[in-house]
């Protein structure tokens, strides 16, 4: 339940973002259809939807007629499956970006390949210690 108040207040804090920034990321706020082919994944979907919905995340099961209204160029056959109408897709690499642009335009300093040591408090700011990431070598 957690996990999915997590995910909603995200969406919203991405969207808010988005928004005040001017990031374009091609967002689409057509819901989320998931689609099972058998009864076994619906069951085990239905699990998952209830716990969501406990969290605040509404998703409704739908029937194949429906899903092929939700989705024109759906094709094959399905048992059933579940459509999330206030989810949404974007493309993240572009909101990331985006976002990382915001950030250096309001003075953060982005540092990659590095490894967070410790985040403290001082004088009321945070400082972040990082350190550069060693090598890895797979053996």
């Known amino acids: 339940m957690t996990t999915a108040r997590l995910a909603i207040e995200s969406h919203g804090h991405l969207r808010r ?5 001017g990031i374009d990321f091609d967002c689409e706020n057509r819901g989320i259809l998931h689609f099972c082919h058998s009864r ?7 699990q998952v939807s209830g716990l969501l919905a406990k ?3 509404e998703c409704r099961a739908v029937a194949p007629e429906e899903m092929r209204s939700i989705e024109p160029a759906l094709q094959g056959s399905f048992f059933r499956g579940f459509y999330t109408e206030s989810d949404f897709t974007a493309d993240i690499h572009k909101f990331t970006t985006g976002l990382a642009r915001a950030c250096e335009r309001l003075s953060a300093r982005l540092k ?10 001082d004088n009321g700011q ?10 890895r070598t797979e053996t």
Do not use: M, T, W, Y
């Open 17 to 21: 973002i988005a928004q005040k920034e």
């Open 40 to 46: 076994a994944e619906f069951d085990v979907a239905a």
């Open 55 to 57: 969290g605040g995340l």
């Open 112 to 121: 990659f390949s590095a490894e967070v040591l410790s985040i403290a408090l």
């Open 126 to 135: 945070d400082v972040l210690v990082v350190g550069d990431r060693p090598n």
